[in-house]
């Protein structure tokens, strides 16, 4: 497709399960990010992949959050053990960043509700 | 601490008027503003951004300006249309560092028609 894809669009899991999240990122995007909105909040980041180089995972909020990157393309986020706080929106984002410029185009969202 | 503000969470002005948002930050390595607006249930859609090397950038009915000394960025949407109602984000980005952008919480704007 032409944009970012993000599947499911809607996750509903009850608190200690392990949910996984995908997005498909736009093709030829090199970075790719991902963000959390909570209910009334702006965008918190999470983590960042770029090439091949080591991702940024400095906005991860605990040791349950991970993801990976396959192939420089789709990405998987897994969070472990899920609990209530945890439930927001999970944003994908990809761009071609070239020098200062970096604009990033978001896929949908995942909806993950933790009851 | 929060490094991108959006200080105030709503704003409503009359179809065909300007709408101004507003946005603050803190942190003087930002060198890349943009603007990105979210529809519900959608992702946050690209609108315009800004370099630190300009004061003012302009697409069609969208003007972005950046005070660089007041650290502070404005977005004018002239005139305004029932479609543009929607929430507005504000992002910083600091080309040195690992390029995540840091959003404001947002400004929901409502053009009544």
């Known amino acids: 497709g032409a944009g970012v894809s993000q599947s499911p669009s809607n996750k509903v899991t009850e608190k200690g399960k392990d949910v996984e999240l995908r997005c498909d990122p736009i093709?030829?995007?090199?970075?790719l990010y991902w963000y959390r909105q909570s209910l009334g909040q702006g965008l918190e980041f999470l983590i960042y992949?770029?090439?091949?180089?080591?991702?940024?995972k400095s906005g991860l909020p605990s040791d349950r959050f991970s993801a990976e990157r396959t192939g420089g393309s789709v990405s998987t986020l897994t969070i472990q053990r899920t609990q209530q706080e945890d439930s927001a929106v999970y944003l994908c984002?990809?761009?071609?960043?070239?020098?200062?410029?970096?604009?990033?185009?978001f896929g949908a969202g995942t909806r993950l509700s933790v009851l | 601490d929060q490094q991108v503000k959006q200080n105030s969470p709503s704003l409503s002005v009359q179809e065909g008027r300007i709408s101004i948002l507003n946005c603050d930050y803190t942190?003087?390595?930002?060198?890349?503003f943009l603007w990105y607006k979210k529809y519900p249930a959608e992702g946050p859609t690209f609108l315009i951004s800004i370099s630190s090397i300009k004061d003012k950038n302009e697409d069609g009915r969208f003007t972005v300006f950046l005070n660089k000394s007041a650290k502070h960025l404005s977005l004018h949407i002239v005139p305004s249309q029932p479609g543009d109602s929607a929430v507005y984000f504000c992002a910083a980005s600091d080309s040195g560092s690992a390029r995540q952008l840091t959003f404001g919480s947002g400004t929901q704007l409502t053009v009544l028609p």
């Open positions: 942190n003087s390595m930002f060198d890349y």
């Open positions: 093709s030829g995007h090199t970075a």
């Open positions: 984002a990809s761009s071609l960043v070239r020098g200062a410029k970096n604009i990033q185009y």
């Open positions: 992949f770029q090439g091949n180089s080591a991702p940024d």
